[in-house]
């Protein structure tokens, strides 16, 4: 159970397209998910907590026009990387929290998502 | 400050040998503490939950230290396929519940 999918899993693309990923939560209610980005050897660096029916919360650097959330349903959350540049290129992740559990538990996550831009 | 803090490594260690990863946290009202693992280009892992009592799981054992803030996972009678980098996480309730990852510490386990 618990399971996670993010789509795409492998995307390259040109200088100054726009690319979007999808994370779903196949087995469960996710009334919050979240979105990471992790730089080579770097951590994986908390972008913005995605909250179903509200806007997200992105934290501090973030900017929220560059990276559009939307969670529409309680199990897709979309990250859209706008007019994206080769210093966006990095592996992102999502993670969600079945609505279900304690917010304080573990939360689940995708298998990523590498954007390479040229 | 960063908010999680672990020594980056690498760990370069022989088949069967006992290795040690510790980490930091600076926020002291830090709820849920975990190690995960991460394979090259792959997601994280759960490895285990940590608790103030303890906790093991086979090989490996995690230690919390509330006072010190301070957390702990040594893997006993290393193999092959524990090479990894291992990220050190704690949950925070700081304008809702978030998951902070330390940066990881890299394990090479050598035959």
């Known amino acids: 159970g618990a399971v996670v999918s993010q789509h795409p899993s492998w995307v390259i693309c040109k200088s100054g397209t726009s690319v979007k990923i999808e994370c779903r939560s196949l087995?469960?209610?996710?009334?919050?998910m979240f979105w990471y980005r992790q730089f080579p050897k770097q951590s994986l660096m908390l972008m913005a907590t995605?909250?179903?029916?509200?806007?997200?919360?992105?934290e501090q650097g973030v900017e929220k026009d560059k990276f559009l959330i939307n969670h529409a349903s309680l199990t897709l959350s979309t990250l859209t990387v706008t007019s994206a540049h080769p210093e966006d290129s990095s592996f992102y992740i999502c993670?969600?929290?079945?609505?279900?559990?304690?917010?304080?538990?573990?939360?689940?996550f995708g298998d990523g998502t590498r954007l390479s831009i040229l | 400050r960063k908010e999680v803090e672990q020594d980056p490594g690498p760990f370069n260690v022989p088949e069967g040998a006992t290795v040690a990863f510790n980490c930091t946290y600076s926020n002291s009202a830090s709820q849920s503490f975990f190690w995960y693992r991460q394979d090259c280009r792959k997601e994280p892992k759960l490895l285990m939950s940590v608790y103030s009592s303890g906790n093991e799981d086979g090989r490996f054992t995690a230690q919390l230290n509330r006072a010190s803030q301070y957390i702990s996972l040594l893997i006993r009678d290393s193999k092959l396929s524990d090479s990894a980098t291992y990220l050190c996480?704690?949950?925070?309730?700081?304008?809702?519940?978030?998951?902070?990852f330390g940066a990881g510490t890299r394990l090479f386990v050598k035959a």
């Open positions: 993670s969600a929290r079945d609505r279900r559990e304690a917010p304080n538990q573990p939360q689940h």
């Open positions: 995605s909250n179903e029916g509200s806007k997200a919360t992105y």
């Open positions: 087995d469960f209610q996710a009334t919050t």
């Open positions: 996480a704690v949950i925070q309730n700081t304008g809702g519940f978030k998951t902070i």
